[in-house]
Nanobody, 129 residues
Framework: VQQPVESGGGSVQAGGSLKLSCAAS????????WAWFHQAPGKEREWVAF????????HYADSVRGRFTVSQNSAKNMIYLQMNNLKPEDTGMYYC??????????????????????WGLGTQVTVSS
């Protein structure tokens, strides 16, 4: 499995939108857990959204629910993060992660350790007020 690769970051004004993409070539876990994490400047990395490959169920952090949407294209081993109504506090690096093994759906809600994922290098999102 190649390291996930994120794209789509950039600079927008508050209220704007961005769509992030993540590709993981060679990923074969049909019941894998994919995730987006956010690391604001000077803060720890935090999860934003999960999507479970088995049934496409999603799970969101309270801070983004209703504004962000995670989706998956299994055929292309890709996930996406549509970010609407962006706020300055959304600024930071966004990382894509894909579980290294198949999991049950209940684990795809922030219950896997960070070491259980393949990680991308991140893409920068900057939201100005």
């Amino acid at each position: 499995v190649q390291q996930p690769v994120e794209s789509g970051g950039g600079s927008v004004q508050a209220g704007g939108s961005l769509k992030l993409s993540c590709a993981a070539s060679g990923y074969r876990n049909v019941n894998g857990c994919w995730a987006w994490f956010h690391q604001a400047p000077g803060k720890e990395r935090e999860w934003v959204a999960f999507i479970y490959s088995g049934d496409r169920q999603t799970h969101y952090a309270d801070s983004v629910r209703g504004r962000f949407t995670v989706s998956q294209n299994s055929a292309k081993n890709m996930i996406y993060l549509q970010m609407n109504n962006l706020k300055p506090e959304d600024t930071g690096m966004y990382y894509c992660a894909a579980s290294q093994f198949n999991v049950v759906g209940a684990m795809c809600r922030g219950r896997l350790s960070n070491s259980s994922y393949y990680w991308g290098l991140g893409t920068q999102v900057t939201v100005s007020s």
